[in-house]
Structures are given as structure tokens and as C-alpha cells.
């Protein structure tokens, strides 16, 4: 109950710290349209900055949802990422991830669960994964993520790109060194986009219509995904 309450808390500091979006102080600029550019935001009372990386990549947004549903594959691309697995015999939306820990940090793991929305007129479309608790019991030596809240952006450009904006806010569960926290609000999102591009240059990901996806999350079938022809 107390992990409960403590994520609930934490998750209204996020967003109450989200709607000053002047607190976002950027640490890194793209020098090209197909670069990283990060931003990091304290959040009272937590250790490890929230965490925000954009950048263009060459390929439609289809090709960027495919990656992003490919979730075994997670290890390839997202930072410290250890392994990863959906998660069907109890819901389609859950996902199981274990991150390795740097030392002197143990590792951590949790369940989270993710949602889709679309916009109508921009398309531009949101996928959110917020941690679940409860769904899978505690491995002795790892730490079980206390709150998530992570968030991938996707915005269809006018000449078939798309902008991929990643945000993430987590509670590490405990306190970590402060040279620790500050290599991953930093590493993790540039890391992870150019890995994410490397891994949108396969032609695995180059998805002729989102029926192709290995995800079907609730209200997929409504959504038009440019690079797709919609069902």
C-alpha cells in the first residue's frame, strides 16, 4: 500500500511539474535533423531527472510504432535495457522489462502497461507506458521500479518523416549516486533514439499496413498510421 501511495504521489509531482514546461533545461542540441537533441527537469523528492529526447528520423511513423511493438527486441536499442517480454497470458498491453543496474546500482524491473491515442487532424500519435503493480511477484536482488511514466510522440512530418519526441519520468526505488542519476537523464535518451534509428533502417520494421503489427493495442483499428494504408 505504501509503494501504491508513494507512486501516486509521484506521478502528481510529474504532472504538475509538466505543465511549466520552462523547466525543461536543455543539455544537448541536434547539429543535423536526423541528431538527438535532450532535455532534463528535476522532480522534487527524486533522485533521477525526468528525461526528454527528440529528433527526425527518414521513415514513416508506422515503421516507428513497428519498433516500438517489437518489445523482445527491446534489449537492442533501449538504454540499459537487460531483457523484455509481453506479457498476453495476462493482458495485451503488458509488458515485463529488467534493467540492468550500473554499478554500484542493483537492477531494477517492473510491468508496464501501455495505451495509444491519436489525434484526429495531426495524426500525431502517443504511446504511454505507466508502471502496473501487482501482476508479477518481487526477484530477490532486483528492485522493483516504485512509479514509470513513459511516453513516445510520434509526429508525421509534410515530406514523410516523422518526429519522435521521448519523455520519461521514473522512481528508481531508493537513492542512487548522484554522477549515476545524472548519466542516465542524459545517456538514456540519446542513446536510445540513435539506437531507435538503427533499428528503423531494417527492413523487418517496414510495415505495409498496421495490421502487420505484432501489437493490437485497444483503438489501433481506428487510427490511420502515415507509411500504412489504414483497414
Not at 217 to 222: I, Y
Request: proline share 7%; aromatic share 8%; glycine share 6%.
Amino acid at each position: 500500500m505504501r509503494s501504491v501511495f508513494r507512486s501516486l504521489i509521484l506521478a502528481f509531482c510529474l504532472l504538475s511539474a509538466s505543465a511549466l514546461a520552462d523547466e525543461w533545461k536543455q543539455v544537448r542540441v541536434a547539429g543535423e535533423r536526423t541528431d538527438v537533441s535532450t532535455w532534463v527537469k528535476p522532480i522534487e523528492g527524486n533522485p533521477l531527472n525526468a528525461f526528454r529526447g527528440q529528433t527526425e528520423v527518414p521513415y514513416p511513423m508506422l515503421t516507428a510504432i513497428a519498433v516500438l511493438a517489437d518489445v523482445e527486441n527491446f534489449p537492442e536499442w533501449v538504454f540499459q535495457c537487460h531483457f523484455a517480454r509481453l506479457m498476453p497470458e495476462v493482458s495485451n498491453d503488458l509488458a515485463y522489462i529488467h534493467i540492468k543496474g550500473i554499478w554500484p546500482v542493483s537492477d531494477r524491473d517492473g510491468v508496464a502497461r501501455t495505451t495509444i491515442t491519436q489525434d484526429s487532424d495531426s495524426l500525431k500519435t502517443t504511446l504511454r507506458s505507466v508502471a502496473a503493480h501487482g501482476v508479477v511477484d518481487e526477484i530477490e536482488g532486483t528492485v522493483r521500479l516504485p512509479a514509470l511514466d513513459n511516453r513516445f510522440i510520434l509526429e508525421p512530418l509534410a515530406d514523410g518523416w516523422t518526429r519522435i519526441t521521448f519523455e520519461t519520468f521514473v522512481d528508481p526505488g531508493g537513492m542512487i549516486p548522484a554522477w549515476l542519476a545524472n548519466l542516465v537523464a542524459t545517456r538514456a535518451p540519446l542513446t536510445s533514439l540513435q539506437k531507435m534509428q538503427e533499428r528503423m533502417a531494417k527492413k523487418r520494421y517496414h510495415l505495409k499496413d498496421k495490421s502487420e503489427l505484432p501489437i493490437q493495442l485497444p483503438g489501433t483499428e481506428e487510427m490511420i498510421f502515415p507509411g500504412g494504408d489504414p483497414l
